[in-house]
């Protein structure tokens, strides 16, 4: 008899570990147009942000999204056009978020034939080609850094400033 109450007392101590362990992590839905969310940051319970990319037929396309319900819906954010990736957010106050990412150089203003890394650069470096590729750069398509900042908890973000060349 004492033995049949051990198994008992184990196997539902099991079941709560489990049930435990289990509602720490819920799958959130977010919009059907994302394909890579790389990151996520939130000023308090119910305000977040994230960011990623999503694939189109002309390339990457930078995505933002944000939540005012600690993440049960999930809105796309409005960046500029021209952002192929985000790659990291994070709030600085409960209204204010900063972003950086890459973005798509205009054929018109890349000079033919110039690779912002050259190919002997990065062709040695470990693992570069792929992470790029992970965090939706192609590093033989003319790109470079872009830095946003949102006002108004992740809705509206804007380019902050110049990034020197060089930020590739």
């Keep these: 008899m004492k033995r049949m109450y051990c198994r008992l007392f184990l ?96 054929s018109s203003s890349y000079k033919a034939n110039k690779r912002l890394i050259p190919k002997s650069e990065y062709s040695n470096a470990r693992g570069i080609e792929q992470y790029a590729k992970q965090i939706g750069i192609d590093l033989s398509s003319p790109h470079r850094g872009r830095f946003l900042v949102t006002t108004d908890q992740g809705r509206t973000w804007f380019a902050k400033g110049k990034l020197p060349d060089s930020c590739g």
Excluded at 44 to 60: E, L, R, S, V
Excluded at 89 to 94: C, G, S
């Design 11 to 106: 196997l539902v101590l099991i079941i709560s570990i489990a049930r435990i362990c289990r509602g720490q992590w819920t799958e959130q839905p977010i919009p059907s147009d994302i394909s890579f969310l790389l990151t996520v940051d939130f000023s308090n319970t119910n305000i977040g942000i994230a960011g990623g990319w999503y694939i189109t037929g002309a390339g990457n396309r930078g995505r933002t999204l944000f939540t005012t319900d600690g993440g049960l819906s999930w809105t796309n954010g409005q960046i500029p056009d021209s952002v192929s990736s985000i790659v990291t957010l994070a709030f600085v106050t409960p209204g204010t978020a900063y972003a950086v990412g890459g973005y798509n150089i205009q």
